[in-house]
T-cell receptor, first 114, second 120 residues
Framework: QKEVEQNSGPLSVPEGAIASLNCTYS??????FFWYRQYSGKSPELIMF????GDKEDGRFTAQLNKASQYVSLLIRDSQPSDSATYLC??????????????FGQGTILTVHP | NAGVTQTPKFRILKIGQSMTLQCTQD?????MYWYRQDPGMGLKLIYY???????DKGEVPNGYNVSRSTTEDFPLRLELAAPSQTSVYFC???????????????????FGPGTRLTVT
């Protein structure tokens, strides 16, 4: 059973701070890693993806991947109240027969307070 | 582009009833997926399809059925609804080239707005 683990939180940070969200996964063959944001009552929307070890930056968001440690994280700089949401980590299986299937973590609730 | 659309938005079923959740995408994506999300949980894959006429089970397929007669449509059928099927259902689609590379040839999934189903 492939597993993706996240701290469910809630994680509370003050406005302007850095929010750090973490995710570990069990399948060493995992190939691609995605971070989705989900506002209450809405569908998930993709905010970052990463394939290679190291950091990937996009605006205020940085995804970090360490395949040896089977660990992926998301940093949100200058956090805003509008960043308050549930953040879902998703991992795509490796191999040509994965058919893009994702395994999701249970999500981390982030609250950014003014 | 409407993206991925789902109907209905909400539905209440009695135990034992059946229904079909509709999902349509207009992005010409070859892959489509059905997930369910229980409160406070992540998404679990019910069924997926890699193209018209080809479907396969995901992690939690029991009590559901799917078909894919066209690229655009991927309906999910619930037979003999049970309270355990109370959940929010999301349909998603993605494009895949199956040509490998760092991403494995499969790109991000786009989600529909969801159907909130209650079985009582």
């Amino acid at each position: 059973q492939k597993e993706v683990e996240q701290n469910s939180g809630p994680l509370s940070v003050p406005e302007g701070a850095i929010a750090s969200l973490n995710c570990t996964y069990s399948d060493r063959g995992s190939q691609s890693f995605f971070w989705y944001r989900q506002y209450s009552g809405k569908s998930p929307e993709l905010i970052m993806f990463i394939y290679s070890n190291g950091d990937k930056e996009d605006g205020r968001f940085t995804a970090q991947l360490n395949k040896a440690s089977q660990y992926v994280s998301l940093l949100i700089r200058d956090s805003q109240p509008s960043d308050s949401a549930t953040y879902l980590c998703a991992v795509k299986e490796g191999g040509g027969t994965s058919y893009g299937k994702l395994t999701f973590g249970q999500g981390t609730i982030l609250t950014v307070h003014p | 582009n409407a993206g991925v659309t789902q109907t209905p938005k909400f539905r209440i079923l009695k135990i034992g009833q059946s229904m079909t959740l509709q999902c349509t995408q207009d992005m010409n994506h070859n892959y489509m997926y059905w997930y369910r999300q229980d409160p406070g949980m992540g998404l679990k894959l019910i069924y997926y399809s890699v193209g018209a006429g080809i479907t396969d089970k995901g992690e939690v397929p029991n009590g559901y059925n799917v078909s894919r007669s066209t690229t655009e449509d991927f309906p999910l059928r619930l037979e003999l609804a049970a309270p355990s099927q109370t959940s929010v259902y999301f349909c998603a689609s993605s494009y895949s080239t199956l040509t490998g590379g760092a991403s494995g040839g499969t790109y991000e999934q786009y989600f529909g707005p969801g159907t909130r189903l209650t079985v009582t």
